[in-house]
C-alpha cells in the first residue's frame, strides 16, 4: 500500500480521482484546498490492482467452436510464408485451442497428454509476448485470449 498526493485545479478534482481509481484500488479521498485557495489537494492510498485471471468459462465464452479453431490454426500454419515466422495472434489461438480440448477430454491419459501440450503452447505464448507471469500460464492464455475477442 502506498500513499498518492496530487495538487490539481479544482475543476480536474473529479478526472483525477477516476483516473487514480481506474489505475489502482484506492481508499477514500481526502481533499484540502491549497494554501493560496486555487488549487485542490488531493491525499489517499492506493494499492496495485491484483491482475484479473479468468476462468476458462468467462475467457472462451465467445470463443469459436473447437472445430472452426482448429481449421483456423491448420490453415493459418499451412499457408505461412517459407521463413517468415507466425505472428501473436496464431500462438494465443493456438493456445488457447490446446486449452481447451485439454478442458474438455474425458479419459485421464488423453486429459495428461492434452494439458501438456497446452502447457507448452502457453509458454510458447509467453515468450512470443516476453512477459514474466508468475501463474499457470494457461491462466495467462485465457486472460489474454478474452481481452483479444472483446478487442476484435
Known amino acids: 500500500m502506498f500513499e498518492i498526493h496530487v495538487i490539481c485545479d479544482p475543476d480536474d478534482t473529479e478526472q483525477v480521482t477516476a483516473a487514480l481509481g481506474g489505475a489502482f484500488a ?6 484540502y484546498a491549497t494554501r493560496d485557495g486555487k488549487r ?17 468459462e468467462e475467457a472462451y465464452a465467445l470463443a469459436p467452436s473447437i472445430i472452426s479453431e482448429v481449421g483456423w490454426t491448420a490453415g493459418t500454419a499451412a499457408d505461412k510464408p517459407f521463413g517468415k515466422g507466425l505472428g501473436r495472434e496464431f500462438w494465443l489461438r493456438k493456445a488457447a485451442l490446446l486449452d481447451r480440448i485439454a ?9 495428461s497428454d492434452a494439458a501438456e501440450m ?12 516476453d512477459a514474466t507471469v508468475i501463474c499457470d500460464p494457461r491462466a495467462y492464455v485465457r486472460q489474454q485470449y478474452e481481452r483479444w475477442l472483446k478487442q476484435k
Do not use: F, K, M, N
Not at 484506492?26 to 481533499?31: E, H, I, K, N, S
Not at 488531493?42 to 485471471?53: G, I, K, M, S, V
Not at 478442458?103 to 486429459?111: A, I, N, Q, W, Y
Not at 497446452?118 to 509476448?129: I, P, V
Open 26 to 31: 484506492t481508499g477514500a479521498v481526502r481533499q
Open 40 to 56: 485542490e489537494r488531493l491525499y489517499l492510498t492506493a494499492d496495485l490492482r491484483a491482475e484479473r485471471w479468468p476462468t476458462a
Open 103 to 111: 478442458l474438455g477430454d474425458e479419459s485421464e491419459r488423453v486429459r
Open 118 to 129: 497446452a502447457t507448452a503452447a502457453a509458454r510458447r505464448l509467453l515468450d512470443t509476448d
